[in-house]
């Protein structure tokens, strides 16, 4: 290989690998638009999408109590900042009307829970 072929793929690798780190770096293309709407959608969005994606807040489908131990879960153990309360009563307000807790389909009995 000649000096040049060789500082020309050197070249080359280094590029693909910056795209590949940019690209790995690129936010996440998810606005508040992507829950449904109510009020304090922005708050939430915001304050729950700061680590992980919305995808795993929209799979769930919790009570009132369930999302409130939830949100207690973040903070105690993956280092959510403790939320003002009237801020926390927003964003439990919102999240247990969006994502409701939903009941099983009529006639349907899961046969891992029937004894
Ligand atoms: C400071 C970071 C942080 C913030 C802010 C945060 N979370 Fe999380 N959350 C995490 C981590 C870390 C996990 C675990 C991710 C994993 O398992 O891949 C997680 C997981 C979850 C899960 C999945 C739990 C499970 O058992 O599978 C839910 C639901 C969730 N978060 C909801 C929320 C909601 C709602 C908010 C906003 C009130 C929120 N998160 C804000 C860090 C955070």
Redesign the pocket.
Same mark, same amino acid.
């Given at each position: 290989m000649t000096r040049r072929k060789g500082a020309a793929l050197l070249a080359a690798s280094l590029l693909s690998f910056g795209a590949a780190i940019a690209q790995a770096q690129t936010p996440l293309a998810e606005t508040p638009e992507d829950f449904p709407p109510g009020p304090g959608r922005e708050e939430?969005f915001y304050?729950?999408?700061?680590?992980?994606s919305i995808a795993? +807040?929209k799979? $769930?489908s919790?009570s009132r109590d369930a999302?409130a131990d939830?949100?207690s879960?973040? $903070?105690r153990?993956?280092?959510?900042?403790p939320?003002d309360p009237a801020l926390g009563a927003q +964003?439990l307000d919102y999240?247990s009307t969006a994502f409701p807790q939903r009941t099983a389909p009529r006639g349907f009995t899961n046969p891992f829970l029937t004894p």
């Open positions: 939430t304050i729950c999408t700061a680590c992980h795993l +807040v799979a $769930q919790l999302w939830t949100i879960l973040m $903070q153990r993956h280092g959510l900042t939320l +964003v999240l």
